[in-house]
């Protein structure tokens, strides 16, 4: 498909999430391309800094190990005496390892031990979080990524089956029954990817157009699932949430 739209010689390619952006970077070096939801831009050879990205491609990052640190931080806080907590990775994409560092960096410094599992398809994540009750893992942590994404419903059930807390990273993925998310707004970053088309439309070239970083950052806890886990939530945590469902 990305071939097909290199082939009309459009203005501007958008692609939106990890899978579609690496074909995109393959498929031409001249197309201006604006990227969102792409976690490491650098990592992913991308951008050659997030400053001066210097070649075809910038946009939106929704990603970060402070956004991890502080993900882990509430979900700790709601979690009394969590210290065993499991990160679900996709290992078919290539931001997995990225997720698999991150995640065990921030969870060192909370004094949390971090243990990775893994699934590629549906079939997998029963299996995965099967493996998490036997590891007795006490919560399980996801990032973004297009097979959880579209499971999120799925994963939701499978975790509250297993009375497993669940903490995700947008709103989408909360509103599907996880426990909490802590994450970039998807919808405002959504809204400024028009703003880099406009701006290449206009003349400017996609190197000399900083890739941007969440700036709009949300909380969300889900207090009726929290009953059925049994957890009581700090009314200080209630306070800093940005939505709560009752």
């Not at 931001?95 to 698999?100: D, F, G, S, T």
């Not at 060192?108 to 997998?124: K, M, P």
């Not at 206009?202 to 059925?228: C, H, S, W, Y």
Request: with cysteine; proline share 6%; charged share 20%.
């Amino acid at each position: 498909m990305v071939a097909e739209l290199v082939a009309l010689n459009v203005n501007v390619l958008v692609t939106v999430g990890t899978q579609t952006a690496p074909y995109a970077r393959d498929a031409t070096t001249s197309i201006p391309v604006v990227f969102i939801f792409v976690p490491d831009p650098l990592g992913s050879k991308f951008v050659d800094s997030l400053a001066r990205p210097g070649r075809n491609m910038t946009g939106l990052s929704h990603f970060g190990i402070d956004i991890v640190q502080k993900r882990l931080q509430f979900l700790k806080d709601l979690v009394p005496g969590l210290s065993r907590v499991a990160l679900l990775v996709n290992p078919n994409t290539e931001v997995a390892p990225l997720y698999k560092r991150v995640t065990e960096t921030a969870a060192v410094a909370l004094g949390l031990q971090n243990q990775t599992f893994e699934a590629r398809s549906l079939d997998e994540l029963g299996q995965a979080f099967d493996a998490m009750v036997k590891a007795e893992m006490q919560a399980v942590t996801i990032n973004g990524e297009g097979l959880v994404y579209q499971q999120r419903a799925n994963v939701a059930k499978m975790t509250l089956a297993r009375r497993l807390p669940l903490a995700v990273w947008s709103r989408e993925t909360f509103e599907a029954g996880a426990l909490m998310s802590y994450g970039a707004d998807q919808v405002a970053m959504c809204r400024r990817g028009p703003v880099f088309v406009d701006k290449i439309l206009k003349g400017a070239k996609p190197g000399d157009l900083p890739v941007e970083q969440p700036t709009t950052l949300e909380f969300m806890i889900n207090r009726k699932i929290a009953r059925v886990l049994g957890l009581t939530i700090p009314p200080s945590l209630l306070a800093r949430a940005d939505q709560v469902i009752q």
